[in-house]
């Protein structure tokens, strides 16, 4: 028994004009599907611009004393490569996987709010841009790190048009990530199909909610946290005094702790999503992942105050216990995950590679972050590489390998085609390497007293040889992402020639509706001639499969 698609779906085509073709097409397009792909796939040229400033970094500190960058060029190029992913690689890459997937998913033909997310896009490009632009300034590229603290980024302590550009770009791109966060959210509220209540939307729609959500709330506080920046950089009076120093931390942080689940829920969604296909079985804990996400979502909009214990003008014990209590969700959403895996007959495919790796990973991530949240080792290792070996295992060892679980996963989806499996194990392991080998040593390193931000150190104070493994570490992660790199555009180039095999509609037996339409899907998503499963659950093309082999 199948349920007919609204009448908007079965229209099809018909009396639309025809949008245009070639590049015109792609950069004035409207098709959900394209602007996700644009948002995707400029993220990773990105993140590959900023993987060869963090591995000049790591060249300059494999060794005591190392004159390869001056100290301004270290100061630029960690601060636009901390920037960068935050802003312009991990936030941005995460909204537009929900504006490819969430219609789809859904079963709607397409956004509700088309041209305000191509506009978002294009305000992201730009912002992007307009950063990067500051390397071109006689003074160079912002210097201030990615929260850009005054007084250190006022004009008097940091004059030239780079902090200017900088500020410019991260509102271009934070402005572009809410118009299409605000896209995304209007159309799981406004476009589901037939039958798809809300307590029936797959698991990675529910995060999209919640992330959208806290974009709508907490992005604009860093607006706000930007505009001040810009007038006291007209006007240096207005950072004289110690007041609006601390505002603007206070301010900056009510967005920039609920931005780390932002680069978060969408990635441990598509980990779930994954884990449930090649366990073959049903996500386990669907509803009480759901109502975790959203108390998740609510509590990261009051624990900013733990990123400004060594400040004095945080409330130590209110901070502390509400960041402890981001437990309790967490709990949920991992048990969740593991009771997924115990019993199911487990596929190890590429994304399920990824997405096991996830799990632990990211687990030391989120216990060192209860570390962090705690006032007294708080003032130990603040602003030490522990707080940057930290930072990495949530948003590389953990919402990374996420993205790349996704990548492989839905790659056929978008393309008609899988990724080479060989080279995509070959991927993963360098990874798996690469990334422990990196950022394992940041914690020990933290703990010995080495301070962030610093392009050098000297032989007697012992980092040397840690510095050393964090380098070749680094050398296993450049290996994995031309693996990847290579992967992708070889692929692609086969299809090209017509010499790559159809993957098919689900070549994953998967559990969600954008596995019921073609590979790739058309233009308005779900074919006139091809109707839509039933919904009366998260995972209809499960149910459509268990009917089947019960003969219902």
């Given at each position: 028994?199948?349920?007919?698609?609204?009448?908007?779906?079965?229209?099809?085509?018909?009396?639309?004009?025809v949008?245009?073709?070639g590049?015109?097409?792609?950069?004035?397009?409207t098709?959900?599907?394209?602007?996700?792909?644009?948002?995707?796939?400029?993220?990773?040229?990105?993140?590959?611009?900023?993987g060869?400033?963090?591995?000049?970094?790591?060249?300059?500190?494999?060794?005591?004393?190392?004159?390869?960058?001056?100290?301004?060029?270290?100061?630029?190029?960690?601060?636009?490569?901390?920037?960068?992913?935050?802003?312009?690689?991990?936030?941005?890459?995460?909204?537009?996987?929900?504006?490819?997937?969430?219609?789809?998913?859904?079963g709607?033909?397409?956004?509700?709010?088309p041209?305000?997310t191509?506009?978002?896009?294009?305000?992201?490009?730009?912002?992007?841009?307009?950063?990067?632009?500051?390397?071109?300034?006689?003074?160079?590229?912002?210097?201030?790190?990615?929260?850009s603290?005054?007084?250190?980024?006022?004009?008097?302590?940091?004059?030239?048009?780079?902090?200017d550009?900088?500020?410019?770009?991260?509102?271009?791109?934070?402005?572009?990530?809410?118009?299409?966060?605000?896209?995304?959210?209007?159309?799981?509220?406004?476009?589901?199909?037939?039958?798809?209540?809300?307590?029936?939307l797959?698991?990675?729609?529910?995060?999209?909610?919640?992330?959208?959500?806290?974009?709508?709330?907490?992005?604009?506080?860093?607006?706000?946290?930007?505009?001040?920046?810009?007038?006291?950089r007209?006007d240096?009076?207005?950072?004289?005094?110690?007041?609006?120093?601390?505002?603007?931390?206070?301010?900056?942080?009510?967005?920039?702790?609920?931005?780390?689940y932002?680069?978060?829920?969408?990635?441990?969604?598509a980990?779930?999503?994954?884990?449930?296909?090649?366990s073959?079985?049903?996500?386990?804990?669907y509803?009480?992942?759901?109502?975790?996400?959203?108390?998740?979502?609510?509590?990261?909009?009051?624990?900013?105050?733990h990123?400004?214990?060594?400040?004095?003008q945080?409330?130590?014990?209110?901070?502390s216990?509400?960041?402890?209590?981001?437990?309790?969700?967490?709990?949920?959403?991992?048990?969740?995950?593991?009771?997924?895996?115990?019993?199911?007959?487990?596929?190890l495919?590429?994304?399920?590679?990824?997405?096991?790796?996830?799990?632990?990973?990211?687990?030391?991530?989120?216990?060192?972050?209860?570390?962090?949240?705690?006032p007294?080792?708080?003032?130990?290792?603040?602003?030490?590489?522990?707080?940057?070996?930290?930072?990495?295992?949530?948003?590389?060892?953990?919402?990374?390998?996420g993205?790349?679980?996704?990548?492989?996963?839905?790659?056929?989806?978008?393309?008609?085609?899988?990724?080479?499996?060989?080279?995509?194990?070959?991927?993963?392991?360098?990874?798996?390497?690469?990334?422990?080998?990196?950022?394992?040593?940041m914690?020990?390193?933290?703990?010995?007293?080495?301070?962030?931000?610093v392009?050098?150190?000297?032989?007697f104070?012992?980092?040397?040889?840690?510095?050393?493994?964090?380098?070749?570490?680094?050398?296993?992660?450049?290996?994995?992402?031309t693996?990847?790199?290579?992967?992708?555009?070889?692929?692609?180039?086969r299809?090209?020639?017509?010499?790559?095999?159809?993957?098919?509609?689900?070549?994953?037996?998967?559990?969600?509706?954008?596995?019921?339409?073609?590979?790739?899907?058309?233009?308005?998503?779900?074919?006139?001639?091809?109707?839509?499963?039933?919904?009366?659950?998260?995972?209809?093309?499960?149910?459509?499969?268990?009917?089947?082999?019960?003969?219902?």
């Open positions: 028994m199948t349920v007919a698609p609204p009448a908007a779906e079965q229209r099809g085509d018909a009396g639309r004009p949008p245009p073709g590049w015109l097409g792609w950069v004035s397009t098709d959900h599907k394209r602007i996700g792909l644009l948002t995707a796939g400029t993220s990773l040229v990105l993140m590959l611009v900023y060869v400033f963090a591995l000049f970094m790591r060249s300059q500190l494999a060794q005591p004393e190392e004159s390869l960058l001056t100290p301004q060029t270290y100061d630029q190029l960690f601060t636009i490569h901390g920037s960068g992913m935050i802003y312009m690689v991990m936030t941005p890459f995460a909204v537009g996987m929900g504006v490819y997937l969430v219609p789809l998913q859904i709607a033909p397409g956004m509700a709010l041209r305000l191509l506009l978002g896009y294009w305000l992201y490009v730009f912002g992007a841009l307009t950063m990067l632009a500051g390397f071109a300034t006689p003074t160079g590229a912002a210097a201030d790190g990615w929260f603290y005054p007084p250190m980024a006022d004009s008097t302590h940091s004059p030239g048009a780079g902090t550009l900088w500020i410019a770009g991260v509102l271009l791109a934070v402005t572009g990530t809410i118009l299409m966060g605000w896209a995304v959210l209007w159309t799981v509220l406004r476009r589901r199909t037939r039958g798809m209540t809300m307590l029936r797959p698991v990675f729609c529910w995060s999209m909610v919640a992330t959208c959500l806290m974009v709508i709330g907490a992005f604009p506080a860093l607006l706000a946290a930007l505009v001040l920046l810009a007038v006291g007209a240096p009076s207005v950072f004289a005094s110690n007041v609006w120093n601390i505002g603007y931390q206070h301010i900056f942080w009510f967005y920039g702790h609920p931005v780390v932002v680069m978060f829920f969408p990635y441990l969604a980990v779930a999503e994954v884990l449930a296909v090649f073959g079985r049903r996500f386990f804990g509803k009480g992942t759901a109502l975790s996400l959203l108390v998740f979502a609510a509590l990261s909009m009051s624990v900013w105050g990123h400004m214990f060594a400040t004095g945080a409330a130590n014990d209110y901070y216990l509400t960041s402890i209590a981001l437990l309790v969700p967490a709990g949920v959403e991992y048990f969740g995950m593991l009771g997924t895996l115990l019993g199911g007959r487990l596929r495919r590429t994304p399920m590679l990824f997405a096991l790796a996830f799990v632990p990973q990211f687990l030391i991530g989120g216990l060192t972050g209860i570390m962090v949240g705690t007294v080792i708080d003032y130990h290792v603040t602003d030490s590489y522990f707080v940057v070996a930290h930072l990495h295992y949530v948003l590389f060892a953990g919402s990374a390998f993205l790349f679980a996704a990548v492989y996963f839905w790659f056929p989806k978008v393309t008609g085609v899988l990724l080479d499996e060989g080279m995509g194990r070959a991927h993963f392991w360098l990874l798996v390497v690469g990334t422990n080998l990196t950022f394992l040593p914690f020990a390193l933290g703990y010995l007293g080495m301070p962030r931000r392009a050098t150190y000297a032989a104070d012992g980092f040397g040889l840690l510095n050393l493994l964090a380098t070749v570490g680094a050398g296993f992660l450049a290996a994995g992402m693996v990847f790199a290579v992967n992708v555009l070889w692929t692609l180039r299809r090209s020639l017509g010499r790559a095999e159809p993957a098919g509609d689900d070549p994953w037996e998967a559990h969600t509706l954008e596995w019921a339409t073609t590979s790739p899907p058309p233009r308005l998503n779900f074919p006139a001639d091809r109707p839509l499963p039933p919904v009366s659950s998260f995972a209809p093309l499960l149910d459509l499969r268990q009917r089947g082999r019960s003969g219902t």
